[in-house]
C-alpha cells in the first residue's frame, strides 16, 4: 500500500518556509534505526542530484543532529530503538530554535488517523505512510524544495502492463496482490487498508466493529451483517445498514442462507431473495433486502458469515464476491489472533498477580523476618550477658528477657490470625454486639484496668457475621483506641451500630489524638503504622486484620475523625448471606 497524508492546510506558505533555490541544495535528514534506510534513501535522493543527505538512528540524538546539520527536511520514523516519533517531535519543539522553519515528515506503518492527527499536532508537517514507492519519495523531495531548476524525475522501471491511473499507481505492491486475487485497484486498496487495520485487531469485539463497516463500503452496499456459528446456530452479531435487520438473533444453520453458505463452504449469491428456495421469505419481508451476498469466513472450516445486502436487485459481480470472500478469509486469521491474544492476556494477568503476589511474600518474609529478630536479639543479648556473668542487675535482665519473649509470643499470634484469616470457612451467626464487646473487654481486663478505660456499648445491635472474626476486630480496634489515647488523659471507647437495607456498620471511635489524613489509608495495610505508633509495641497486622475480615464479610474498613475529638472507625459488613 502506498498513501500519502498530507495535513498542511496551509500548503502554499508553509512549503515556502522551507524551500530552497534547487533540490541539490535541499539538506535532509533522515531519522531511522534501520542500516537499510541508511544505505538506501540517500542512493534515491542522489537520482534526483541530492547529496546532503545525513542519517540518525538514535531518538537521543536527533535535537544536537539537528542543530548541527540543519537540515530544511526530516524524515522522522515512527518506532526507533530508543524511542518513538512522538518523543523526537517534543524534543525537537523544545530544544530547536528554528524549529519553525523546519519541514518534519513523519514516517509510519500505522494507518491509524489518530496517529497522524497527533504527528500534525506536534508539529508535524506531513504522515508518509509506509511502505512507500521511489516515486513518491522524490516527489515529496522535489516539492518540499520549491519551484527553482529541478532535474526531471527518474522514470519509473520498465512495466509490460499500460499505465495505470494516478489512484492505481500510488497503490505500489499492494496493488499488484490485490489484482492477483481478481480484485480492482480501488477496492484493493482499500482491502488492503481494512486488512492492515485487521491485523492490529486485539479483541473479537474490534474485529467485528471492523468487519461490519468494512464489508458495506467495499461493494457500496445497502447493509452488511456479520454471522458466527454458535453450534447448530447462526448468531447474527453486529451490522452495519440502512435500517435494522437481525442483530443479535440467533437462527438454526438450516433456516438461513448464512448457515447454507457455511454448511457448504462457499459463496452464495441471490439475485432475487424472493425466488430462492434457500431464503426464509417471512424473515427478511420486515426488511429492506431486495438481493445477497453471503460469503462464509474460512472455507475449510467455516466459524461465521459476511453478509451484503442491497436494497434493490443487483447482481453482486464475481469482482466483488472475491472482495468479500478476502475479507472473510482475513477476518478468520483476525479472530484467531484476537482469541490467542485474549488468551495472552490472561496469561499476562496471571503472571503480573504472580509477580504482584511474590513481591507481596517477598516483603512480607522481610517484615517477619525484621519484626520476629528484635525481640530475639534482646533475649539473646541478654541471655550471653548472664550466662558470662557479665550482667549485674540479674533481675533487671530476666524482666527484659520475659518481655521481649511476651512480645515475639503476641506478635506469633497475631501474625497466626492474620494468616489464617482467609484461610477459614465464615460461619454466620446471629450475634449481639453488647455480648461480642463483653467477651473483649474479659480479654483486655489487664489494659483497661491499667488505664482506667472506660469502654461504652451505646446500642446493643445485632448483626450476623463469623464470631470468631469479630471478635478479633473488635479486639483490636479496642486495644489500639485505648493504647493510642494518650497518658493524660483517660481513655473513653464508644462502640455503636448502625443498619440499613444493604449493611451493618460498626463504629468505634475514641478521644485520643486521631489518625492524621495522610495515614488513613496506609494504616491499613500489613506491617505498615502510623507516626503514632514509633516506639510502642505491636505487630503492625492488627488493622490489617481488620479489613481482611471486613472485606470477606463483603464489605471494607474506615477512620476518620470521633465524636470526641480523636479517630472513629467504621467497619462495614454486607447484610448479605456470610459463609464463603
Not at 539537528?66 to 530508543?82: C, E, G, N, Q, S
Not at 499536532?121 to 519519495?137: D, H, N, Q, S, Y
Not at 435494522?244 to 453458505?261: D, E, N, V
Request: hydrophobic share 45%.
Amino acid at each position: 500500500m502506498l498513501r500519502h497524508v498530507d495535513r498542511l492546510g496551509r500548503a502554499g506558505a508553509a512549503l515556502q518556509s522551507a524551500a530552497v533555490a534547487d533540490v541539490r541544495d535541499l539538506r535532509v535528514l533522515l531519522v531511522d534505526d534501520d542500516e537499510m534506510q541508511h544505505r538506501l534513501v540517500p542512493r534515491v535522493l542522489s537520482r534526483v542530484g541530492l547529496t546532503q543527505v545525513r542519517s540518525e538512528a538514535r531518538a537521543r540524538s536527533v535535537p544536537d543532529a539537528v542543530v548541527a546539520f540543519d537540515p530544511d527536511l526530516i524524515l522522522l520514523d515512527m518506532r526507533l530503538a530508543d524511542g518513538d516519533g512522538f518523543g523526537v517531535l517534543a524534543a525537537l519543539a523544545d530544544r530547536d530554535p528554528e524549529w519553525p522553519r523546519r519541514h518534519v515528515v513523519l514516517v509510519t506503518g500505522d494507518t491509524d488517523p489518530r496517529v497522524a492527527d497527533r504527528a500534525v499536532a506536534m508539529g508535524a508537517r506531513e504522515v508518509l505512510i509506509k511502505p512507500f514507492g521511489v516515486t513518491e519519495l522524490v516527489d515529496l523531495v522535489t516539492r518540499v524544495a520549491g519551484p527553482g531548476d529541478l532535474p526531471a524525475a527518474p522514470a519509473p522501471a520498465a512495466a509490460s502492463a499500460p499505465a495505470p491511473v494516478p489512484e492505481a499507481a500510488r497503490m505500489g505492491a499492494a496493488d499488484g496482490a490485490a489484482r492477483s486475487a481478481g480484485v480492482g485497484a480501488a477496492d484493493g486498496a482499500n482491502l488492503v487498508d481494512v486488512v492492515t487495520e485487521l491485523a492490529s485487531a486485539r479483541s473479537v469485539d474490534d474485529v467485528v466493529r471492523i468487519v461490519r463497516t468494512a464489508a458495506r463500503k467495499l461493494t457500496g452496499a445497502d447493509g452488511a451483517t456479520f454471522v458466527l456459528r454458535e453450534g447448530d446456530h447462526c448468531h447474527y452479531v453486529d451490522e452495519d445498514a440502512i435500517s435494522p435487520l437481525w442483530k443479535g438473533s440467533r437462527f438454526p444453520l438450516a433456516t438461513c442462507i448464512s448457515g447454507w453458505a457455511m454448511v457448504h463452504r462457499q459463496p452464495v449469491v441471490v439475485e432475487d431473495i424472493y425466488v430462492d428456495d434457500r431464503i426464509p421469505h417471512d424473515a427478511y419481508r420486515p426488511t429492506f433486502v431486495k438481493s445477497l451476498v453471503m460469503v462464509p469466513i474460512r472455507t475449510a472450516e467455516p466459524i461465521g458469515a459476511i453478509g451484503n445486502y442491497w436494497a434493490r436487485h443487483r447482481l453482486p459481480t464475481p469482482e466483488e464476491v472475491r472482495v468479500l470472500q478476502a475479507l472473510a478469509d482475513s477476518t478468520a486469521v483476525a479472530l484467531q489472533n484476537a482469541r490467542l491474544y485474549a488468551q495472552l492476556d490472561g496469561a499476562h494477568e496471571q503472571t503480573d498477580e504472580l509477580t504482584t503476589a511474590n513481591d507481596d511474600l517477598r516483603q512480607f518474609v522481610y517484615a517477619v523476618a525484621h519484626d520476629v529478630r528484635s525481640p530475639l536479639q534482646t533475649i539473646s543479648g541478654f541471655a550471653e550477658l548472664l550466662a558470662a556473668g557479665s550482667e549485674p542487675d540479674v533481675a533487671a535482665a530476666a524482666d527484659a528477657i520475659r518481655r521481649a519473649a511476651g512480645d515475639l509470643a503476641d506478635y506469633v499470634s497475631d501474625l497466626l490470625a492474620f494468616a489464617t484469616a482467609d484461610a477459614r470457612t465464615l460461619q454466620a451467626e446471629l450475634l449481639s454486639l453488647d455480648q461480642l464487646v463483653g467477651e473483649v473487654v474479659g480479654r483486655l481486663e489487664a489494659v483497661i484496668r491499667d488505664r482506667g478505660a472506660n469502654v461504652v456499648v451505646e446500642a446493643d445491635a445485632r448483626i450476623v457475621a463469623d464470631r470468631v472474626l469479630m471478635e478479633q476486630v473488635l479486639q483490636n480496634l479496642v486495644a489500639n483506641a485505648i493504647d493510642y489515647t494518650p497518658a493524660d488523659r483517660r481513655p473513653v471507647v464508644r462502640i455503636g451500630a448502625t443498619a440499613d437495607d444493604d449493611w451493618w456498620d460498626l463504629r468505634v471511635s475514641d478521644n485520643g489524638d486521631g489518625v492524621p489524613v495522610g495515614e488513613r489509608e496506609t494504616i491499613f495495610e500489613a506491617f505498615r503504622r502510623g507516626s503514632a505508633g514509633s516506639g510502642r509495641p505491636g505487630s503492625g497486622l492488627g488493622l490489617a486484620l481488620c479489613r481482611r475480615a471486613a472485606e470477606r464479610h463483603g464489605g471494607g474498613i474506615t477512620v476518620g475523625d470521633g465524636p470526641d475529638g480523636g479517630a472513629e472507625f467504621v467497619v462495614r459488613l454486607s447484610r448479605r448471606p456470610v459463609g464463603r
